[in-house]
């Protein structure tokens, strides 16, 4: 698309005018006649560019929002390669064509979503949520955090548990879809990078573990969406892509962003990504079996029988599913741009957590 803006500072008040205008977010006789640009999310989300838009109107401007969030695909062109490559841009846009208003768990509103495959462009406007609390990743999540965060996670999965609609997603790959299965080559592409870059801060014994994951990942997500039911998962579910709302008697209190990674697979892949990644080593290891029977508990009570997929296996299926969790944070250093020191300490964190715990509960002995 000619004209449409490759970072968020190019974005002017005549584009968010049109852009405004064309969902009815503004009227015909409202204009946008100064915006503030603040970049936001650097060092936390790698794939994407975000910045805050503080905006002035001209003419009535009742209900018109004072603040926005802009989300570009990434300014870098190795992030911007694995972006377009996995159609996280796409599936981004498509969640909130489709889904965005309609799930249960509290998203940012779309203002405007910019939807064009055809031409490799992409953009939303969303509903600034900074007045909620968000806890940094590195930092990482409490116990009670984490289990506020899975019971409302469990909500999204129950919603969508085994459901014939699920078959109408087209545009939200299964997890076995060549899309994410080739996944298991960029792993194998980006080990050597990735142990240059951090391999002496990870676990000694995370090497010969990540060199064995990596040469099996295909048959890891193969495995695992053939032993649990298919619902819908976010892909990303991580602190920094958690908004918390600490008002007495709100009826969402997390509210949850950065659906590009959405995909149609086992629920319990989300869960594992939490708290494997989100959670410090110690409080993960203080936490984590009363943290999956949380989730387990609070799937059961939103509908899913406890006999379809009972707590034994889904624990299993947790363990096993650390293996393929290490791909995230190999794929982040090894394959992408930190971009700043925020987001190399994010990724390195994100891989000492995963592989440490694979290793504490033996997740290899999944492996062939």
Known sequence: MQGFPSSTDEVTPAFLTGAL????TIGADTAVAEVHHETIG???????????????????ATGAPGSMVLKLPSAYPENRAVGDHFRFYEREGRFYEQLGDKVRLRTPRCYWNHLAPEDATFGLLLEDLGARTMISQ?????????AQALRALATLHAEWWASPALDGLTWMPRLDDPVNLAAGQQYRDAW??????IGDAVPAEAIALGERVQDQYESLLLAGIAEAPVTVCHGDFRADNLMFDDAPDVDDPIAVLDWQISYRGPAITDVTYLLCQSMTVEARRAAEHELVRAWHDALVEAGVPAAEYPFDLAWDHHVRGMLGATVYPVTGMGAMDPANDRGRELVTNMAVRAFTAALDHDAARHLA
């Open 21 to 24: 205008r064309s969902t009815g």
């Open 42 to 60: 650097e060092g936390v989300g790698i794939v994407g560019q975000l910045a805050r838009l503080t905006l002035r109107y001209a003419g009535p």
């Open 138 to 146: 590195i930092a990482g999540l409490d116990p009670g955090r984490a």
């Open 192 to 197: 050597p990078l990735f142990v240059e870059r």
